[in-house]
């Protein structure tokens, strides 16, 4: 079992991030778009923009550099390939998308349905994302 390769997980996670930034503005910023500025304004929030956009894609980043960091991690168990990292994007989905929907719905922020959609959405394209970023990742040879 190799040590985890920390250069190949950083350009993994950075292309995961790519993946989930395309993903994220097709969603979010074009198809519930204008659901999202409703919500935004109900709260006094205005549209989003901006710095919130740079911050979503910052964190977009972040989670593809976890994720193929986990796939990483799980792979000496599970086996290097697209299953394994399909599988630690599920779990990414699970904590990530899935837990936090169930923890701000009964809180009424925003509309059950935006949550719901981009959850659903977030199921299929946390995977992929963590799948393309694992097509990067190798590791150091012993």
Known sequence: MGKINWGRVIAGGL???VVLNVFDFVVNGWLLSDQWTAAMTALGKGQMGGS???WFMV???LLGIAAVWLYAAIRPRFGAGPKTAAWAGLFVWFLLGFLHAMFEVPMGLFPANLYWISTAAALVFVPLAVVVGAWLYQEEAA
Do not use: E, Q, Y
Request: glycine share 12%; no cysteine.
């Open 52 to 54: 919130m956009i740079i």
């Open 15 to 17: 292309l995961a991030g």
């Open 59 to 61: 964190v977009d980043f």
